[in-house]
C-alpha cells in the first residue's frame, strides 16, 4: 500500500519548448562560434527597476532594519497602502476599483493559477494558441479544458462559442503570445456571453500598460463585467517586476454564485495558503504605481513599444501578416512561404542568426506563426529587423 | 445555469479566533483606558533583519537598478546560490541535503498549502491542536482529515495510530502552537510507521533554530526519512523574515511513489503556479544563512528564547505543567484550578491585563490551555511572568 499521488499530473504534456530552443542554438554556436547570436525570443524584461522604485525599496531595507519601524508579517491582500495605489493607478486610467476589492499578489503566474482553487469541476474554456499556465493549471485538478481556436481568419481574437453553456473563461488582452488586443465591441461580446450563460471571465489584463490607441485595458471599462469578470495583472511587464514580484487579483464585491462572493473566497484562498508579499517590494510596487512612478515607468515601456514598431515596421514594409507589435511587446507572424513554425525557426537561425519562437510550442493553433519579442536591446532589435527583412 | 463554485470551502470552519480576542481586548481598553495591556499572544517577530541581511538586500536593490547588473525572472526553485547556502546550512548542523533537493519559496505557509496539488485523495492525519493551514489545505481540496489528539498525557506528542494505513502526516516539532519538541526517538517512530505504511510525514520544522538541547532539527537525521518524509523550513522564526518572505522545501530524490519522484510533481506544480521569490529578497536569505548571518540570528533567537525562558521558569515555580518554552517561542500552558481556556483568557485580562491565546482556539484539544509567547519585549515579558505569577 502506498498514499496516492495527484494523477492528473501525467495529463499535462511536459513542454520542451525552451529546451529544444536552447539545444538548436547551441548546436549552431559550436559549429559557427565566429556569428552573433540575436535573440528575440525573450519574454522576459531587460531594463532596470526605475528610480523611484529602488529608492523606495532602499528606504524600506532601511525600515526592516530598525527595531522601530521594523514589520513582521504583512496582511496577506497587501498593505492599505498598496492597494490603494492600484486602485489611484486605475483611476488615473478611468476605471473605479475600490482599494478592498483588490488583492496584491506576488505576480500574475500564481494568481491565475491558484485561482483554481475557489471553483468547482466547471468546463474552461481557453483560446489558443495561449499562455501555457491557464491549461495546465486546471490539468492539474482534473479539470476539462475546451480550447477555441485563434486564427488567421478572425486576427487571433477569437469570439465566444455558439454553443451556450456556463464556463470558466480565460482572456488575455494584448495577448501573449499573439500580441492581439481586443476592441472594446469585442470584449463586450464576451461580457454579454459571459452575463447570458452564468460564465466567469478570467481576464490577464498583464500588458495592459502597452496599450494607446483607446483599447479597453481593463475588462471593468466594459459595461457588465463587474458581475462576471475577474481581472489579474502584474507590474512585470510594466515596471521591469519580472525578478521583483508583484501582481494583483481584482475581484468586484458584486460577482457571486449562488449567494457566494467569489471574493470572499478568495480572501479565504490566500489566508489559508499564503502570507502576503514581502515589505520591501510592495513599497516598491506603491512607488511604481505612483504618478511619478508610472512617468519613470513609461520611457521603459516606450522603449519596448518603439522596440516592437521597428520590427513590425519591417514586416509591414514586405507585406507580411501578422499580429501585435503596436499595442504589445510581443510581434506574432506568419511564417513565408507557408513554412511551418520549426522550419522558419531553423531558416532565421542558420541563415541571419536571429531567435524567434516557433508558434507550435503555444499549442497546435500556433503552427505557421512565429513570435518575436520587443525586450531585447535597440541596437541589436534594429539589426535583427534587418537581417529577417533580408530573408522575407 | 451558473458556473460552480468549489464546495469544498464550505466544510472549512470560519476562525474567529483573533478576532473575537481583538474585541475582548478592546472592550476591556475602553472601560479601563488606564491601565497597560501587555500582549503575549502574539505570533510574530520583532527584533529587526540583521545587519548582513539588510546590507546584502540593499546590494541587491542597487543591482537591480543598474541595467548591466539587472536580473529578470529567478528560475522557479531559487537561485543556485541560496539552495547551496541553504544546503551549507543544513552541513554545519550534520544533515546533508544537496542543493537540487531544496525548493526555496515565499514561506512555509505558502508551500505547506500548495503541497496538497501533489497529493490525491489520501487519508490526512493531523496532531490537534494544530497550525489550521494543514486541516484548512486539505478540506479545501476536498480531503479527508483525521485528527490524532494531542494532549497531557503524552506529552502533546501523539505516537502513531495503531491502524496501519498510507497517510500524509502533518508533524510539527518544535510545535506551533503547544512548543513540544519529539525526541529522535520519538520521531523515529513517526519514519518507521511511515516506510512500514507507505505513509508520507510533511514535517514542518520551522521552529527547528530554538532547539539546543540535541532533539532533531532535521526529519532527516533520522535513519529512513529520506524515503518518505518532506521537510518544509522558513526564515521567518529564524531571522524575522515574517515581512520578508523565505522558506523551503526538502524533497529527497529518492521520495518516490509508484515510481513517480515526488520531487518531479513538486517542480512541475511550482513551473506552473510559481513565478520564484525576490532576487532582493534571495541575496537577504543566501545572507541570513551564512556563517556570519547565522551568528547575527543567533542573537535574536537567543533573545527569544531568553523569554521564553523567564515565562518558563515563572510556571515552574508555581507548579504550572506546560510544554514548550525550552526549545522554542511558545510556551503552552494547563489553566489553573481546571480553568476553560477562555475562561482563564478573561482572567488574566481583568485581572493582570496580560493577552494571550486560548488553546480551544486550535482545535477542541486545546481546551483547558493557554498559549504564551516569547517575540515580545524583554521588559514587558518580564512584567507578564510576574503578573501572571500572582494569579497562580
Redesign the interface.
Given at each position: 500500500?502506498?498514499?496516492?499521488?495527484?494523477?492528473n499530473?501525467s495529463k499535462?504534456k511536459e513542454s520542451y519548448l525552451f529546451s529544444d530552443i536552447a539545444k538548436r542554438v547551441n548546436a549552431y554556436r559550436e559549429a559557427h562560434p565566429d556569428r552573433e547570436i540575436i535573440r528575440l525570443g525573450i519574454g522576459?524584461?531587460?531594463?532596470?527597476?526605475t528610480?523611484c522604485v529602488?529608492e523606495a525599496?532602499?528606504k524600506a531595507?532601511?525600515e526592516?532594519?530598525?527595531?522601530a519601524t521594523?514589520?513582521?508579517?504583512?496582511p496577506e491582500y497587501g498593505y492599505d497602502f498598496l492597494r490603494e495605489a492600484i486602485s489611484s493607478y486605475y483611476a488615473r486610467h478611468g476605471v473605479s476599483v475600490p482599494a478592498d476589492e483588490i488583492y496584491a499578489g506576488?505576480?500574475a503566474?500564481?494568481d491565475?493559477?491558484?485561482l483554481t482553487?475557489?471553483?468547482?469541476?466547471?468546463r474552461v474554456l481557453v483560446p489558443s494558441p495561449v499562455y501555457?499556465?491557464y491549461v495546465?493549471?486546471n490539468l492539474?485538478?482534473g479539470r476539462g479544458v475546451v480550447l477555441i481556436e485563434a486564427n488567421e481568419k478572425n486576427g487571433f481574437l477569437p469570439t465566444p462559442p455558439e454553443k451556450e453553456?456556463?464556463?470558466?473563461i480565460y482572456l488575455c488582452s494584448p495577448n501573449n503570445p499573439t500580441g492581439a488586443v481586443y476592441s472594446r465591441e469585442g470584449l463586450a461580446r464576451w461580457v454579454d456571453y459571459a452575463l447570458k450563460?452564468?460564465?466567469?471571465i478570467l481576464f490577464d489584463s498583464a500588458y495592459e500598460s502597452y496599450i494607446s490607441d483607446g483599447s479597453p485595458r481593463s475588462i471593468y471599462e466594459i459595461p457588465g463585467a463587474r458581475g462576471c469578470a475577474i481581472e489579474i495583472n502584474s507590474l512585470s511587464k510594466r515596471a521591469?517586476f519580472?525578478?521583483?514580484?508583484c501582481g494583483w487579483t481584482i475581484i468586484p464585491k458584486e460577482l457571486e454564485?449562488?449567494g457566494?462572493k467569489?471574493g470572499k473566497?478568495w480572501e479565504?484562498?490566500q489566508a489559508?495558503?499564503?502570507?502576503?508579499?514581502?515589505?520591501?517590494?510592495q513599497r516598491g510596487a506603491e512607488a511604481s504605481l505612483s504618478p511619478v512612478g508610472e512617468e519613470e515607468c513609461r520611457v521603459l515601456i516606450d522603449y519596448y513599444r518603439e522596440n516592437a514598431a521597428i520590427i513590425a515596421s519591417a514586416l509591414e514594409k514586405k507585406g507580411v501578416w501578422f499580429t501585435g507589435g503596436k499595442n504589445s511587446p510581443y510581434i506574432w507572424m506568419k511564417c513565408p512561404n507557408g513554412m511551418g513554425s520549426w522550419e522558419f525557426f531553423d531558416l532565421l537561425l542558420d541563415r541571419v542568426q536571429v531567435v524567434g519562437t516557433p508558434g507550435e510550442g503555444f499549442g497546435k493553433a500556433g503552427e505557421g506563426f512565429f513570435r518575436l519579442t520587443a525586450f531585447g536591446d535597440r541596437d541589436k532589435t534594429v539589426e535583427a529587423a534587418a537581417r529577417i527583412s533580408s530573408l522575407l
Open positions: 500500500m502506498k498514499i496516492k499521488i495527484n494523477e499530473f499535462m522576459d524584461v531587460t531594463l532596470p527597476l528610480r529602488t525599496m532602499h531595507v532601511d526592516q532594519a530598525n527595531k521594523f514589520r513582521g508579517y504583512a506576488d505576480g503566474k500564481s491565475l493559477g491558484n482553487d475557489i471553483f468547482g469541476a466547471n501555457p499556465v495546465d493549471s492539474m485538478c453553456e456556463p464556463l470558466v450563460t452564468g460564465s466567469v521591469g519580472t525578478g521583483t514580484r454564485v449562488e457566494v467569489l473566497l479565504r484562498r489559508t495558503k499564503f502570507n502576503g508579499i514581502p515589505y520591501v517590494v
